[in-house]
Every structure is written in structure tokens, then in C-alpha cells.
T-cell receptor
Framework: AQSVAQPEDQVNVAEGNPLTVKCTYSVSGNPYLFWYVQYPNRGLQFLLKYITGDNLVKGSYGFEAEFNKSQTSFHLKKPSALVSDSALYFCAVRDLNTGGFKTIFGAGTRLFVKA | EAGVAQSPRYKIIEKRQSVAFWCNPISGHATLYWYQQILGQGPKLLIQFQNNGVVDDSQLPKDRFSAERLKGVDSTLKIQPAKLEDSAVYLC????????????FGPGTRLTVL
């Protein structure tokens, strides 16, 4: 079965420093991978996705993610963190073995950016 | 382009009562999803519609949860009777429906069952 793991419940980083939020996946076949962000009392907002092609995917708000097939990882990165980046981040994988292409979400990683 | 609309935003009920949530997807999106997000967890798919047909409801507790999308546009999710463990945020999302398509989420309805 397809699955995704976010090994860190929380990541703390100082403003201006680079940030990384980790995600590993387990799929049969080619992975379709997504990152979403959730601010308090809001729905999930799409950041970026990897379908095929370049392993470095650029997304919204200066975020990017690196797809690494050998390590089955899809880590989210940003060169310089902002206090406003503090939020809950979800990695997700799409299960192509289901008729509806079900999306399976990780448990989430809370990012705290300190001023 | 208007986003996914949901109402109400918040609902507090007592156990054994019933409750209904409404969702209007992005115009032109054939696929509509209802997710349950329990505090501290990622969203879990409850039901997925393609137009007005059900594609996946394998994780929907059918003894108490029901959903419909009669005209292939907006949708209603109902819980009857509610249990304490149903306290969660209920998220609606929509997409064009293809394997690579992005899902766009509404703001969610926070349900508290007392």
C-alpha cells in the first residue's frame, strides 16, 4: 500500500536560516507527490507537486522540494525562512492503484520560525 | 476564480444529535472530496465523487455518515447520530479529477461533539 511518512513532528528554525521539512514515501510504481501548508483555522493550501521530470520542483512562496528516488524522499526546502512560514506542513502521495487516485497524507510537521 | 466554499465554519452539537455540512466546489471541477482531519493527524478521505457518482467511500462510516452530490455540483455531508469521536475538522476539496491534478481545499468546518 502507498504511504508517506513525516518523521519530525516539529521543526524549529531561526528567521533567515534555511529550512527543511522531511518526507519519505512508499509506493508501487511512479510516485506523484505533493506538499500542502495549513495555517490556523484554514484549509490546506497547495505548495507544489512532483509528477515527472526535474527532481527539483519550485512552488509557491519561495518553497521548493527535491525528489530523490533512491532515498524515496521528497523533502520541502526554503533558502531563507520567514516568521510567516510558521504553519503545519503536509506531504502527500497519490495512490495510482485506486480508481479515484486517492491522495494519502502524512501526519504533518509543525514549523516554527523564530524571529 | 472563486475557491471551494464550505459552511458552516464552526458547529457545536451534543452526542446523538445530527449535523450537516455543505460544500460548493470550484466551478468546472468534476471531482469532489470530503476529508476528516482529527487534531494532530493528516486529512483522511471519507468519500470521493466524480460528478454525481461515488468513486471511493471505503473509509466512510456508513452506519452514521452519509453524503450526496445530487446535481454533480455542490455536496452535503451528514452525520446522524454524532459521537464524541466525530469531533474533527471536515474538509471539502475539489479537482478536475485526473491523476496529476491538484486538489484545492475549502476552509473546513470545525465540529465539536459534546
Amino acid at each position: 500500500a502507498q504511504s508517506v511518512a513525516q518523521p519530525e513532528d516539529q521543526v524549529n528554525v531561526a528567521e533567515g536560516n534555511p529550512l527543511t521539512v522531511k518526507c519519505t514515501y512508499s509506493v508501487s510504481g511512479n510516485p506523484y507527490l505533493f506538499w500542502y501548508v495549513q495555517y490556523p483555522n484554514r484549509g490546506l493550501q497547495f505548495l507544489l507537486k512532483y509528477i515527472t521530470g526535474d527532481n527539483l520542483v519550485k512552488g509557491s512562496y519561495g518553497f521548493e522540494a527535491e525528489f530523490n528516488k533512491s532515498q524515496t524522499s521528497f523533502h520541502l526546502k526554503k533558502p531563507s525562512a520567514l516568521v510567516s512560514d510558521s504553519a503545519l506542513y503536509f506531504c502527500a502521495v497519490r495512490d495510482l492503484n485506486t480508481g479515484g487516485f486517492k491522495t494519502i497524507f502524512g501526519a504533518g510537521t509543525r514549523l516554527f520560525v523564530k524571529a | 476564480e472563486a475557491g471551494v466554499a464550505q459552511s458552516p465554519r464552526y458547529k457545536i452539537i451534543e452526542k446523538r444529535q445530527s449535523v450537516a455540512f455543505w460544500c460548493n466546489p470550484i466551478s468546472g471541477h468534476a471531482t469532489l472530496y470530503w476529508y476528516q482531519q482529527i487534531l494532530g493527524q493528516g486529512p483522511k478521505l471519507l468519500i470521493q465523487f466524480q460528478n454525481n457518482g461515488v468513486v471511493d467511500d471505503s473509509q466512510l462510516p456508513k452506519d452514521r455518515f452519509s453524503a450526496e452530490r445530487l446535481k454533480g455540483v455542490d455536496s452535503t455531508l451528514k452525520i446522524q447520530p454524532a459521537k464524541l469521536e466525530d469531533s474533527a475538522v471536515y474538509l471539502c476539496a475539489s479537482s478536475r479529477g485526473g491523476a496529476t491534478d491538484t486538489q484545492y481545499f475549502g476552509p473546513g468546518t470545525r465540529l465539536t461533539v459534546l
